[in-house]
Nanobody
Framework: QVPLVQSGGGWVQPGGSLRLSCVVT????????MAWFRQSPGKEREFVAA????????NYADSVKGRFTISRDNAKNTVWLQMDNLKPEDTGVYYC???????????????WGQGTQVTVSS
């Protein structure tokens, strides 16, 4: 069973919005934090946003602050990434991840979703 199941993504023009979803399956239930990362061709996977299941504390990369919002529904074991005012540089494959702490390094996360493509272009 895939521990994290993603949906959403696609193509949007600059200034548009997209919403990504990530459902946590039983294998990853005990993780305390959820995060979104993204990766563009030829680049390292980079941190986007993270949230704790308990308390809802969040952390954002500077590049997305004020434009992206991470949220969660504990009852549905689901995390969302609402992306507004998208820019071409937001293009990439987006991954959700779960781990014990809010960290910006991908190495600190134990489970990963399958990835979903986000393309921002005119």
């Amino acid at each position: 069973q895939v521990p994290l199941v993603q949906s959403g993504g696609g193509w949007v023009q600059p200034g548009g919005s997209l919403r990504l979803s990530c459902v946590v399956t039983e294998e990853a239930y005990n993780s305390a934090a959820m995060a979104w990362f993204r990766q563009s061709p030829g680049k390292e996977r980079e941190f986007v946003a993270a949230i704790r299941w308990i308390g809802g504390r969040t952390n954002y990369a500077d590049s997305v602050k004020g434009r992206f919002t991470i949220s969660r529904d504990n009852a549905k074991n689901t995390v969302w990434l609402q992306m507004d005012n998208l820019k071409p540089e937001d293009t990439g494959v987006y991954y959700c991840a779960s781990g014990p702490y809010i960290r910006v390094s991908s190495a600190d996360y134990s489970y990963w979703g399958q990835g979903t493509q986000v393309t921002v272009s005119s």
